[in-house]
């Protein structure tokens, strides 16, 4: 049998970290060089399995925009 892959994996550290910085997803989308989403945010933030080019882009939006050196481990479970 193939193995499946879970796709949803609960709340991640990036959603607290976000309401502990006072930030939102906007705040993410508009500080951020580089194409990304509204939804791919909201996405990172539930939890649903993210491409790690889409991670990587989150996390340099984050520190951008929070003025932090976050790296991927801290805000991603998976």
């Known amino acids: 049998m ?3 892959i879970e796709r949803n994996l609960g709340e991640q550290p990036i959603a ?3 309401q502990k910085l006072q930030l939102c997803t906007h705040d993410l989308v508009t500080a951020s060089e580089e194409h990304i989403t509204h939804k791919m945010v909201t996405k ?3 939890g649903r ?3 790690k080019n889409i991670q990587h ?5 984050l520190n951008k925009a929070a003025n932090t050196s976050y790296k991927k ?3 991603f479970n998976y």
């Open 2 to 4: 193939a193995e499946t």
């Open 16 to 18: 607290k970290l976000l």
């Open 44 to 46: 990172a933030c539930k």
């Open 49 to 51: 399995r993210l491409t």
């Open 57 to 61: 882009k989150i996390v340099r939006a």
């Open 73 to 75: 481990d801290q805000l």
